[in-house]
């Protein structure tokens, strides 16, 4: 059964750091791209991060750059998101999604454009809520 669980979810006092972690079953990460998705009340799913297990390239969302780190631990088939000097603003449940790159596809410029597309995603996650407080 293919599976992705996250976990580290929260609430936190803005400034704060939390790290999120996404664990995959019944798949391997190798030849997928696993991204960081989040959705407040009342907003469209969007994308906030992503990183390719391929080549370990990373993508950012504008408003967490110098924030928010992406980084995989491919032996555990495991990816994490570190979150510092959270904001209220980043009250969201928080989802990880896997996407399988084919090889064909696997040049940063073929596929990267779309990293944000919650419709290029093949697995998803439950969710984790993640409160900031001001």
């Known amino acids: 059964e293919v599976q992705l669980v996250e976990s580290g979810g929260g609430t936190v006092q803005a400034g704060g750091s939390l790290r999120l972690s996404c664990a995959a079953s019944?798949?391997?990460?190798?030849?997928?791209?696993i991204g960081w998705f989040r959705q407040a009340p009342g907003k469209e799913r969007e994308g906030v991060s992503c990183?390719?297990?391929?080549?370990?390239?990373?993508y950012y969302a504008d408003s967490v750059k110098g924030r928010f780190t992406i980084s995989s631990d491919n032996a555990k088939n495991t990816v994490y998101l570190q979150m510092n000097s959270l904001k209220p603003e980043d009250t969201a449940v928080y989802y990880c999604?896997?996407?399988?790159?084919?090889?064909?596809?696997?040049?940063?410029?073929?596929?990267?454009?779309?990293?944000?597309?919650?419709?290029?995603?093949?697995?998803w996650g439950q969710g984790t809520q993640v409160t900031v407080s001001s």
């Open positions: 999604a896997a996407r399988f790159i084919a090889h064909v596809m696997r040049r940063r410029l073929l596929w990267g454009p779309s990293w944000r597309d919650p419709n290029e995603y093949d697995y």
């Open positions: 019944g798949f391997t990460f190798d030849g997928y791209a």
């Open positions: 990183i390719a297990i391929t080549d370990g390239s990373t």
